[in-house]
C-alpha cells in the first residue's frame, strides 16, 4: 500500500528522464503506473466488501502520532479508483495533446506526483499526513495550472487559485487539530468511531468552520468558486483531471470521509445543505452564460460540486447513496467531455462555441462519445447520470427542514444544464461547417481512447446499475453513512415525483437550448453581477490589505529613529504603569525618604542640567551640560559612600566629553530640525517616561533590603582566601580571574589598534 | 568560590582562543581575500561544534559557581548556532569578496558574536545573560557598519546601536528590580525565592516588565521591532543574512533562561503579555509584508511574523510549548539564512537582487535555483512537507492543547495572511517575464551550499522526527 501511494512520487522524480528516452510512446508506457494501481485497488474490493475497512499502517514519526497509516474502504477506494483510472487515461490523452511540447517531460513529473498526492489524500488514516498530501496537491496543481505560463491569463489567476487554497489549508489544518484535540487520535478510523464526543465538543462549531473553509475553498464552493473557472487556462488534460476525478473532489472526499464524525447536526445540514444548494445553482447559472466550451464545463463541475456537498449535508440514507451515485456519474462523463473539450480546442485552435459548427462529418467519433456523455451530464436514461439525477431529486425531496429551497434549487439547475449538454453535444457539431484557426480532422487514438471508454461506462452502469453498486457503492455508501444500507439501482421507479421533475427539466431545458442565443443576449446585461462577485471582494481585500500596509509605513515606521524611540518608550510606560496600575490600584506603596541637604543640592544641579540639554541650542554646550548630569550622579555615589564607582564614572565621563567634542568639531552646523509641537510632543513623552521611573524607583525604596555583598566578603576573606586584609583577598583571591581577564582585554586591545593602524596605512596606500 | 567543572566551558574556552588567533593571522596575512583568517575561523566553529558534541551529556550540569550551566538546551542550541554560523560565514565571505568590501574583522566579529550566543545559552546569572547579550550585539553594531561608506549601512547601524543601547539598559534595569526583589542573580535561587514569597510580586512584576521589553527588542518582536526592517535592508546583505539566522536562537534561549528558568513562578503575568505581542507580531510582521517591494524588507517583516509564531510555543506555558518554539527556532535559521544567500547570489557586484523584481521569471534563468526558492518559500509559508509546517504545527498542537484556542485560531489567520506575499514570490519567478535572460552567475560552491541548505527544508521535513524528539528532550525533566 505504501508503494502503491508513493510509487507516483517515484515515478515524477524520473518521469521527465523516461519521456526524453521514450519519446513518442512515453504517454502509453507512463500510463502503465496508474493501471496497475487500477488493479491493484480493484483487488481490495472484496476486502471492503460490506462496509469492512482494513488500516495498514506504518510509521512515520514515532511518538508524536504521526503515522503513514492508510485506511482501505468502499469510500477511499472508490476514489483510488477513479484517480488511477480516470489518470491512466489522462496519461495517454496528455501524450496526444500536448505533442511535442517542450516542457511534456516536466509536465508527466508534476502530473505523477500530484496523483500520487490524491492517491495519499483519500487513503490516509492519520489526519496530519491527509493534510500533508492535501497541501501537496495544491503545489503540484499550482505547478500543473501555471504550465501554461505564456498565457497572461494563467500568471493572473495562478496566484489566486494558490492563495484561495493555501489559505483554506492553514484553516482546515487548524480545525484538524481541533479535531484530534477532541477526539484523542489522530487515526480516522478512531476519531470516526467517537461522532458523539466530537459531537459534543465545546468549539464543535468554531472546528466545523474551519474544517469547512477548507474543503469548501478546495472545492469551489461558493463564495470561493471563483478560482476554478480561472484555473481553466490550464492544459486540458489537467483541467479533465482537476474536474472530474480529482483535486475538487478532495473536499467532497473529506466531507463524505468526516460524515460519520461530524455530520447529523444541525449545523452540518444548514452550512452544507444551503452552501451547496446555491453553489450548484450559481454553477449552473454561469455554464449557460459561457460560450468558451472549458469555461462551461468548469461551471458545471461547480454545479456538481455544489450537488454533491447539498447531498453530504442532507445526510439522510437516501442523500448519501445519491450523492455517491451522482459522484462516480459525474468523474465519468465530466472526465470524457473535458477531454472532447481539448479535442475540439487542440483540432480546431478556438475555444469558442460559437466558433464552432458542423465538424460531425470530420469527428464522428468525437460526436458519438459526446452525445453519450452529454445525455449523462443532463442526466437523460439509459445513462447512469439518469440514474444519479432520480435519486438527487428524491433526497431533496425528503431533505429534513431544507427540503423545499433544494429541489427549487434543484430543479432550476437541471433545467440549465440539460441546455448546456444539449449545446456541448450539438452546437459544435452539427449546423454548418464553420471557418476555423485550424483545419479540423478527427483526433489521434490516444485522444479518444478515454473519452470512448469512460462514455461506454456511463452508458454500462446505467443499463447494468448492479455493477457499480455491487463493486464499489455499497461500501463507499456503508463508508460514508457509518453503517450498511441495503439498496439497488434500476434506471425505471414507476412515475413517481422525480421522474415528473426530471421530464419538466428536460422539456424547459431544450426549450432553452432552442432558445440560447436569446439567453445570452439577456445574460449579457447582467453583467453588473460580476461586480458584486466574491472575486471582486477577494481584489478588494487584497487592496485593502495593501493600503493598511502602506499607511503603517508612513505613520509608525517612517524611518526616524525618534518616532522608534517614543514607540519604545510609550509602550514600557505602558506596561509597566498598567501593570503598577493592576498590582497596587491607587495606593502607592511609597517608602519613607529622608533627603539630606547635599542630596537635594545634587539633585537639582542633575535637573537643572537636563533641563538645560534639552534647551541647548549648541552642540558644545549640549555636550558639556550634559557631562554636568554624569558628575552629579558621580557625586552621589560619593555620597553612598561608593568611591571607587566614582571614580569610575568621573572618569567615563570626562573621557565621553572630551571624545565627544572632538567628533562634534567635524560635524556640520548645528541645526534645529523639530518644530515646537513636535519638542512639546517629545518633552511629554519625557516626563512620562521618567515620570514611571521616577514612581518605579520610589516604590523600590519600600522593599527589605537584601543583605548586601561586603558581609559575604568579609565572611570569605579569611576563611577560603587566608588573609586579613579583606581589599588584599578581594583583589588577589577573589578577582583574580577579573585581573587575568583585565589583562588579557588590554592584549586584545593593543592587536585591534595595529589592526586599525594597519588598515589606515592600507587606505592610504590604495 | 572554587573554579569547578571547568571542562564544560570547553567549547566557549576553545572559541575564545581561537578567535584571537584568528585576529593575529588575519592581522598579518597578506592575503587580500582574507583566506587565512577565513578559514580559521570556519575551523574554530567546526571546533566548537565538536566540542559542544563531546561535552554533550544532555543532564544539567553547573560550572563557575553556578553561573553558567550545560544541559540538553543548550547543547542542542550551541550546536545548532556553530552549524547555522559555519553556513553563514561561507555565504558571507561570497557577498564580501563579491561586493568588494571582505576585511578580515569581519570574521572575527563574527566568532565574537557567536561566542557571545554561547554564553547566552548557557547562562545561569541574571549577569552571564547580559554579558552575553551585550558581546552579541556589540559585535553586531560592527557588523552591520562593516562597509563603512555605504550610507544606508551606516545609517542602519546607528539605529540599531541607540535602539540596542536603550533595550540594554530596560534589561539591566529590570535585572537589578529582580536583584533587589530576591536578592540573587542566580536564575534559580530568583526563582525559588519568587515560589516561597507572597509579598514581592508587584516589585518583582516591574523586573519583568523590563527584561521582557529586552527579550522582545532582541527577539524583535512588536512594539519593539522598528529596528529590524530598518537594519535588514540597509546592512548589507551578508550581516543581514548572519543576524537573521543564529541571534535568534540566542535570543531565544534568552528568553527561556529569563523566562522560565528565572521568572518561572511569574507565569501567568508573562504569559498575557507575551500573548500580546505575539499576536501584534504576527498582525504586523504578515500585514505589512505585503505591501513590500523591497525583498530584505519583506523578510524582515517575516521575521516579525515568525517572532509572533515563536512567542506562542512560550505562551502555551509547558514543556512541550517551549519544545515546539525551540523547534520554531532553528527552523526559522534555516529558511532565513536560505532566503537571503538567495539575494546575495542573485546579485552581483554594485547591484544587489532585493527587489522583489529581480525574482521575475527566474525559472526560465534558472530552474534549480528557483525550485530551491520555492522550497523556501513554501516552508515559510508552512506548507507540508517542508520543515516549516512541521514547526507551525507542533507550535499550534501545543497551544491548542494548552487552552488557548481562540489564540491558535488568530495565529492560522494571519499564516493565511502571510501566506499571500510568500506565493507572489513564486508567483514572480515562475509566471513572470525575466529582466534579464542570462543565468545568474555564481561559483559552484555557493551554488551546492545553497542547494544543501534548501534540500535540508525537505529532508529534514520528510523526516522530522529526529530533531522534534531532541527538541522535547531539551525540556523534559
Redesign the interface.
Known amino acids: 500500500m505504501l508503494l502503491a501511494v508513493l510509487s507516483g512520487f517515484i515515478l515524477a522524480a524520473c518521469a521527465p528522464w523516461l519521456t526524453r528516452l521514450l519519446g513518442d510512446r512515453a504517454g502509453w508506457v507512463l500510463a502503465l503506473l496508474p493501471a496497475a494501481l487500477f488493479v491493484y485497488f480493484l483487488s481490495w474490493i472484496p476486502l471492503t466488501a460490506g462496509g469492512a475497512a482494513e488500516v495498514v499502517h506504518y510509521s ?5 502520532d504521526i503515522n503513514l497509516s492508510f485506511l482501505v474502504d468502499g469510500l477511499s477506494l472508490l476514489f483510488a479508483l477513479l484517480i488511477s483510472g480516470i489518470g491512466t487515461f489522462i496519461i495517454i490523452y496528455s501524450g496526444g495533446y500536448l505533442h511535442g511540447h517542450e516542457y511534456l517531460p516536466r509536465f508527466y513529473g508534476i502530473m505523477f506526483a500530484f496523483m500520487a498526492a490524491m492517491l495519499g489524500v483519500v487513503l490516509s488514516n492519520n489526519i ?1 499526513s491527509l ?2 498530501f492535501w ?2 496537491t ?2 503540484t496543481s ?2 500543473l495550472i ?1 504550465f501554461n ?1 505564456e498565457d497572461k491569463q ?2 493572473w489567476c ?2 489566486q487559485g ?2 484561495v487554497t ?2 483554506g ?3 482546515l ?2 480545525g484538524l ?2 479535531l484530534a ?1 477532541a477526539g484523542g487520535s489522530f487515526e480516522l478510523s478512531e476519531l470516526l468511531n467517537s461522532g458523539d464526543v466530537l459531537r459534543d465538543y465545546p ?1 464543535y462549531t ?1 472546528m466545523l468552520i ?1 474544517i469547512l473553509f477548507g474543503t469548501f475553498t478546495k472545492s469551489a464552493q461558493v463564495p470561493f468558486h471563483f478560482w476554478l473557472p480561472n484555473a481553466m487556462a490550464a492544459p486540458t488534460p489537467v483541467s479533465a483531471y482537476l474536474h472530474s476525478a480529482t483535486m475538487v473532489k478532495a473536499g467532497i472526499y473529506l466531507m463524505a470521509r468526516l460524515n460519520p464524525g461530524l455530520g447529523g447536526t444541525d449545523q452540518w445540514l444548514y452550512t452544507l445543505g444551503l452552501f451547496g444548494a446555491v453553489t450548484m445553482f450559481t454553477g449552473s447559472f454561469m455554464a449557460l452564460r459561457s460560450t468558451d466550451v472549458k469555461a462551461m464545463l468548469a461551471y458545471s463541475t461547480i454545479m456538481a460540486l455544489g450537488t454533491l456537498t447539498m447531498l453530504i449535508g442532507i445526510g439522510t440514507e437516501a442523500a448519501i447513496i445519491a450523492a455517491l451515485a451522482f459522484l462516480l456519474a459525474h468523474a465519468l462523463y465530466k472526465a470524457a467531455l473535458f477531454m472532447l473539450a481539448g479535442g475540439l480546442d487542440h483540432e480546431t485552435g478556438t475555444k469558442n462555441i460559437l466558433n464552432m459548427g458542423g465538424l460531425r462529418r470530420l469527428m464522428p467519433v468525437s460526436f458519438i462519445t459526446a452525445c453519450v456523455a452529454a445525455l449523462s451530464l443532463a442526466g437523460l436514461p439509459p445513462l447512469f447520470g439518469f440514474i444519479a439525477k432520480e435519486l438527487m431529486f428524491e433526497a431533496t425531496l425528503h431533505a429534513p427542514a431544507i427540503a423545499t429551497v433544494t429541489t427549487v434549487l434543484a430543479v432550476i439547475s437541471a433545467i440549465m444544464i440539460m441546455a448546456v449538454a444539449a449545446l456541448f453535444a450539438l452546437r459544435p457539431y452539427t449546423g454548418k461547417l464553420k471557418e476555423t484557426p485550424k483545419q479540423p480532422h478527427e483526433a489521434p487514438p490516444s485522444m479518444l481512447a478515454g473519452p470512448v471508454v469512460l462514455a461506454a461506462l456511463s452508458l454500462v452502469f446505467g443499463v447494468a446499475g448492479f455493477l457499480p453498486v455491487q463493486g464499489i457503492l455499497h461500501s463507499a455508501v456503508a463508508a460514508v453513512h457509518g453503517s450498511p444500507l441495503e439498496f439497488k439501482l434500476y434506471l425505471w421507479h414507476g412515475v413517481n415525483t422525480p421522474l415528473l421533475l426530471s421530464l419538466l427539466a428536460v422539456v424547459t431545458g431544450l426549450l432553452v437550448f432552442a432558445g440560447w442565443d436569446r439567453v445570452l443576449a439577456v445574460y449579457r446585461r447582467l453583467t453588473f453581477i460580476d461586480r458584486f462577485g466574491p472575486e471582486r471582494g477577494y481584489e478588494r481585500v ?1 487592496a485593502a ?2 493600503w ?3 499607511w ?2 508612513r505613520v ?2 517612517n ?1 526616524y ?1 525618534r ?3 517614543i ?2 518608550l510609550l ?2 510606560v505602558a ?2 504603569g498598567g ?2 496600575f493592576i ?2 490600584g491607587n495606593t502607592v ?1 511609597f517608602g519613607t525618604v529622608d533627603i539630606t541637604f547635599y542630596e537635594a543640592v545634587i539633585a537639582a544641579l542633575i535637573i537643572a542640567g537636563a533641563i538645560v540639554v534639552s534647551l541647548m541650542q549648541s552642540r558644545l554646550g549640549a555636550v558639556a551640560t550634559v557631562g554636568m548630569v554624569g558628575f552629579g550622579v558621580a557625586l552621589i555615589y560619593v555620597l553612598f559612600s561608593a568611591p571607587d564607582l566614582a571614580i569610575t564614572q568621573i572618569m567615563v565621563e570626562t573621557l565621553t566629553v572630551i571624545l565627544l567634542v572632538l567628533v562634534l568639531y567635524r560635524l556640520p552646523r548645528f541645526l534645529n530640525l523639530s518644530s515646537t509641537a513636535a519638542r512639546i510632543r517629545d518633552a511629554l513623552v519625557a516626563l512620562l517616561f521618567g515620570g514611571m521611573m521616577t514612581v ?1 524607583i520610589l ?2 525604596l519600600d ?1 527589605e ?3 548586601p555583598i561586603s558581609d559575604q566578603l568579609v565572611a ?1 576573606s579569611y576563611d ?1 582566601g587566608h588573609g586579613r586584609n579583606i581589599v588584599n583577598v578581594i583583589l588577589v583571591d ?1 578577582r583574580a580571574l577579573d585581573t587575568l581577564g583585565e589583562i588579557f582585554v588590554v592584549g ?1 586591545a593593543a ?2 589598534v ?2 586599525m593602524i ?1 588598515l589606515r596605512a592600507e587606505d592610504k596606500r590604495s | 568560590m572554587s573554579i569547578d567543572n571547568l571542562s564544560l566551558l570547553l567549547p566557549e574556552i576553545a572559541l575564545l582562543t581561537l578567535a584571537c588567533a584568528t585576529l593575529m593571522v588575519d592581522i598579518f596575512s597578506n592575503d587580500p581575500k582574507h583566506g587565512p583568517g577565513y578559514w580559521l575561523a570556519q575551523l574554530t566553529l567546526l571546533v566548537t561544534a565538536v566540542l559542544v558534541l563531546v561535552t554533550y551529556t544532555g543532564d544539567s550540569q553547573y560550572a563557575m559557581a553556578g553561573m553558567f550551566v550545560s544541559d540538553a538546551m543548550s547543547g542542542l542550541l550551541k550546536f545548532a548556532i556553530c552549524i547555522i554560523s559555519l553556513f553563514a560565514l561561507f555565504y558571507s565571505r561570497e557577498y564580501l569578496l563579491r561586493h568588494d568590501i571582505i576585511k578580515g574583522e569581519y570574521f572575527v566579529l563574527g566568532l565574537f558574536a557567536v561566542l557571545g550566543m554561547l554564553v547566552m545559552v548557557s547562562a545561569n546569572n541574571l549577569l552571564t545573560v547580559y554579558l552575553g547579550l551585550e558581546l552579541l550585539s556589540l559585535s553586531l553594531y560592527a557588523m552591520v557598519a562593516i562597509h563603512r561608506d555605504s550610507s544606508s549601512a551606516s545609517e542602519a547601524a546607528i539605529k540599531y546601536f541607540v535602539l540596542g543601547a536603550i533595550a540594554s539598559g530596560m534589561l539591566l534595569y529590570g535585572i537589578s528590580i529582580l536583584y533587589g526583589v530576591t536578592g540573587s542573580l542566580e536564575l534559580g535561587a530568583v526563582a525559588q525565592v519568587l515560589e516561597g514569597q507572597s509579598d514581592y510580586p508587584t516589585l518583582a512584576i516591574f523586573g519583568l516588565v523590563f527584561v521582557l521589553i529586552g527579550v522582545a527588542f532582541k527577539l524583535g518582536a512588536v512594539p519593539f521591532h522598528m529596528w529590524l526592517p530598518d537594519v535588514y535592508q540597509g546592512a548589507p546583505t551578508a550581516v543581514t543574512l548572519f543576524i537573521g539566522s543564529a541571534p535568534k536562537l540566542a535570543a531565544f534561549a534568552m528568553a527561556i533562561r529569563l523566562l522560565v528558568d528565572g521568572l518561572g513562578p511569574l507565569l501567568p503575568d508573562w504569559q498575557q503579555m507575551l500573548m500580546i505581542l505575539a499576536v501584534l507580531s504576527m498582525a504586523t510582521g504578515n500585514l505589512i509584508a505585503i505591501a513590500q517591494t523591497n525583498i530584505k524588507r519583506m523578510l524582515a517583516y517575516s521575521t516579525i511574523a515568525h517572532i509572533g509564531f515563536l512567542l506562542l510555543g512560550l505562551v502555551a506555558g509547558n514543556a512541550g510549548g517551549y519544545a515546539g518554539a525551540m523547534f520554531y527556532v532553528i527552523t526559522y535559521a534555516l529558511m532565513s539564512m536560505g532566503g537571503f544567500a538567495m539575494i546575495i547570489l542573485l546579485g552581483r557586484k554594485g547591484a544587489e537582487a532585493d527587489q522583489l523584481d529581480d525574482f521575475s521569471g527566474l525559472a526560465e534563468r534558472s530552474p534549480w535555483l528557483a525550485f530551491l526558492m520555492l522550497i523556501l518559500m513554501f516552508s515559510m509559508a508552512g506548507i507540508p512537507p517542508f520543515l516549516g509546517f512541521w514547526a507551525k504545527w507542533f507550535v499550534l498542537r501545543e497551544v491548542i492543547q494548552a487552552g488557548f484556542v481562540w489564540i491558535a485560531l488568530l495565529a492560522v489567520a494571519f499564516a493565511i495572511v502571510g501566506a499571500f506575499y510568500y506565493l507572489r514570490v513564486v508567483k514572480l519567478m515562475y509566471f513572470d517575464e525575466p529582466r534579464e535572460p542570462d543565468e545568474p552567475q555564481c561559483s559552484t560552491p555557493l551554488r551546492t551550499v545553497l542547494s544543501v541548505n534548501g534540500l535540508s527544508l525537505l529532508l529534514l521535513g520528510l523526516s522530522p522526527g529526529l530533531l522534534m524528539s531532541l527538541c522535547m528532550a531539551a525540556f523534559s525533566p
Open positions: 512515520w514519526i514515532p511518538g508524536l496530519i493534510f500533508v497541501e501537496l495544491s503545489i499550482y505547478l501555471g505560463h494563467a500568471r495562478a496566484l494558490l492563495f493555501v489559505a489549508g492553514l484553516a489544518l487548524a487539530i481541533m484535540g468549539l468554531g474551519l487584497m490589505l495593501v493598511v500596509a502602506e503603517q509605513t509608525l515606521q524611518g529613529m518616532n522608534y524611540l514607540t519604545i509602550t514600557a506596561l509597566a501593570t503598577f498590582y497596587t506603596p518605579l516604590a523600590v522593599v533590603v537584601v543583605a570569605w577560603e577573589f586584545l592587536i585591534g595595529y589592526a594597519r
